[in-house]
């Protein structure tokens, strides 16, 4: 069952969490050289319309497991940029207390049962976090977000046989951006080989998408959603895309690896927000100030959430061996 | 011998002596590679972008181009699994020497570590050793957290069957990297990124450090601090302090810190009557308990304090800096725990 296009007012929303995840990450990319925010950045700008897409399927209720590259999707989560802010400034009003830094952001709230820095870390959690809906008979689904660096460890081709057996409502959305780090796939993963045809052993369905096309992913992820909702099992999605910035902080990483100019060139001729907003401009969806008042009210919010983050006190001495054990 | 005198910033050959030039701890790491390679063609480097720009915090920079990619392998993000098949390659006559650059991913691979390499040589009756050595870089700060920036070294010796090597020096670096290619057993080298930059002076040759082999990088009378890894540059500010007020420590590189020199550490304890031990990894079941025990077996009558251990605290790594700046233990903890034994 195809999910029929989404209509003009899911589109707009679909643009405008795009463009908050890029300011956000931008912001974080110009304060960054401040040297306030003392824990590595995984910045996912180029990558905005996999969260995006994605989330906008999920109910508060609905659980993420994410990785070290997680802004956007908690904020597609819809968790709070003040909160997520002042962890990065490692303030005890963070998301954890100050405890997690940027790497492992938790939300209950909103359906963030904490985040692995790990690699293939967090796949195995999303399983028997939808294993535990399923047991209950509820409806809520997970999803487990991962690169295709997680793809080569032995815990995804775990949870996706242990999913597909017991039938579990999770979705696993690989984001393929084509590096682990430096390291490019064609170092390790076999050309003739494919993250989504790696479905098909396992028995369940497995699909290649554009990560790119925002309308694309929420269409395809949708069906995958209902399909997790309805008890139909769990479903396998490689989005293609590219992140623009270098693995780890704000920096250009095309003179010093792998990755040459040219091919980031090429990738942000492709980027996701450009390529949405041409297609809402040429339907008539986009108001012509609208980008700018969202701008201007990322801009407020976001302003006030610095001066909260940055106001907010560290976590102090005794705090270091609290929440060993609950 | 470079393993025989005090070299902690201080040279212990004159820079004039045939072959023994200044050289970084990365550097030093990265000559051992080279020439290990250059000489037995067994030996190959593996592990998740070895080949990359940054050349594994700079250890095997201009290895992949002099080497070619089959010998500086870059390998799938796959801990466990690239583990068993560095074991296999090692049981069939390589010598794989296979890199992380975090301890936390090696934790990941402690199945095909702790259940395989630790014991095959035992299960085969003898038959079949696994000349493994896993080179780990540890590191800390910047709000790496709980995930990135564990201590290992108690983890890994608990059980039987692997050796754990933790340098303090551009000198063991090399010399411990190149006994650990050498020996036929699974041995693990953690290295302390924050000595990455420091320089000590390093024969050209191809040399050992000896495996088991402590080093006494002060020689001292009333206290014995026995410190590991970044922990040793730690004794050695704190000395300067203590010194100051009138004590005199003896400091005693650990190196290796399974198998363990014992007998070092006694001689010290016999004299001084007086132990500080100072790890950098935490404290229950860890390296300093172990030392702490052992020597009391060993020293009871001479000890006239109860040993004192400087330990990270029983939590997680913190992100905060805050909490981050206090978590990690230095030279204060070991001048107030030295001057606490010392009835002062
Ligand atoms: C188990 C493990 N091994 C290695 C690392 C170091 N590391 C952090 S991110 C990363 C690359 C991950 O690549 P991918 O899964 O494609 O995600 P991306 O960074 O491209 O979003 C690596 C190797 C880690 N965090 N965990
Ligand atoms: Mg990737």
């Not at chain 2, 650990?254 to 009557?273: F, H, M, Y």
Request: glycine share 10%.
């Amino acid at each position: 069952m195809t999910m029929p296009s989404p209509n003009d007012n899911t589109k707009r929303l679909l643009f405008k969490k795009m463009l908050l995840i890029r300011h956000f990450e931008q912001k974080i990319a110009e304060l960054y050289p401040e040297q306030e925010i003392r824990t590595p950045v995984h910045l996912c700008v180029g990558q905005e319309a996999v969260a995006a897409g994605v989330c906008a399927h999920l109910r508060p209720a609905d659980l993420i497991f994410s990785t070290h590259r997680n802004h956007g999707h908690c904020l597609a989560k819809g968790m709070s940029v003040k909160k997520m802010l002042a962890e990065f400034y490692g303030k005890e009003s963070g998301c954890c207390g100050g405890k997690g830094g940027s790497m492992h952001p938790c939300a209950p709230e909103h359906g963030i049962l904490g985040t692995s820095a790990i690699v293939g870390g967090g796949i195995p959690m999303a399983v028997g976090a939808a294993w535990a809906e399923q047991m209950r008979n509820g409806d809520n689904i997970a999803v487990a977000f991962f690169g295709d660096g997680a793809t080569e460890e032995g815990t995804f081709h775990e949870s996706l046989n242990f999913a597909a057996l017991k039938n579990i409502p999770v979705v696993f959305i690989c984001e393929n951006n084509l590096y682990a780090t430096a390291s490019p796939i064609r170092h390790r993963q076999p050309a003739a080989g494919s993250i989504a045809a790696k479905a098909k052993g396992y028995g369940l369905p497995g699909e290649l998408i554009n990560g790119n096309d925002v309308i694309e992913v929420y269409q395809r992820v949708g069906e995958a959603v209902e399909r997790a909702r309805r008890g139909q099992g769990p479903t396998l999605i490689e989005a293609e895309t590219f992140r623009w910035f270098a693995h780890v902080g704000p920096v250009d990483d095309t003179e010093t690896g792998h990755r040459s100019a040219d091919e980031l060139a090429r990738w942000k001729n492709k980027c996701p927000i450009r390529r949405m907003r041409d297609h809402l401009t040429i339907e008539n969806i986009l108001k012509s100030e609208d980008e700018k008042n969202w701008s201007i009210e990322f801009d407020i919010n976001f302003a006030g959430a610095l001066t909260f983050a940055k106001e907010s006190v560290p976590p102090t001495k005794e705090l270091l061996t609290t929440h060993v054990f609950a | 011998m470079p393993w025989t005198t005090p070299s902690i910033n201080i040279s212990y050959a004159s820079k004039n002596s045939k072959g023994i030039r200044e050289l970084s701890y990365r550097e030093a790491i990265c000559e051992a590679q080279r020439q290990l390679m250059s000489t037995d063609s067994r030996i190959f480097l593996m592990g998740e972008g070895i080949d990359d720009a940054g050349g594994v915090f700079g250890t095997t920079l201009g290895l992949a181009d002099e080497f070619g990619c089959e010998r500086v392998v870059d390998t799938p993000i796959a801990e466990n699994g690239m583990t068993g098949v560095a074991i296999g390659a090692a049981i069939n006559g390589m010598r794989p020497v296979f890199i992380h650059m975090r301890p936390d991913f090696v934790i990941i691979s402690l199945d095909q570590l702790l259940n395989h390499a630790a014991k095959w040589f035992y299960m085969s009756g003898g038959q079949v050793s696994v000349p493994l050595t896993i080179r780990c870089v540890i590191g800390r700060g910047w709000g790496s957290a709980a995930q990135h920036s564990q201590n290992i070294q108690g983890l890994l010796t608990h059980l039987p069957g692997i050796k754990v090597l933790m340098p303090a020096t551009a000198q063991d670096a090399k010399g411990l990297l190149i006994a650990a290619a050498r020996d036929p057993n699974p041995v693990v080298i953690l290295e302390h990124r924050w000595l990455f930059d420091k320089t000590g002076h390093v024969p050209e040759e191809l040399y050992e450090t000896p495996v088991g082999r402590a080093n006494i990088c002060r020689y001292g009378s009333d206290v014995t601090i026995v410190a590991t890894s970044i922990m040793v540059h730690e004794a050695m500010l704190a000395a300067e302090v203590l010194a100051a007020d009138g004590y005199d420590p003896e400091i005693i590189d650990l190196r290796s810190i399974k198998p363990w020199d014992e007998n070092c550490i006694a001689a010290s304890v016999q004299k001084t009557g007086r132990l500080v031990v100072a790890d950098t990894g935490h404290q229950y079941g860890g390296v300093a308990a172990e030392i702490a025990a052992r020597i009391t077996e060993l020293c009871f009558s001479a000890l006239k304090t109860p040993v004192r251990r400087i330990t990270l605290p029983e939590a997680p790594v913190p992100a905060a800096a805050s909490l981050e700046n206090i978590y990690f233990p230095g030279q204060l903890e070991i001048i107030a725990a030295v001057k606490d034994v010392s009835g002062g």
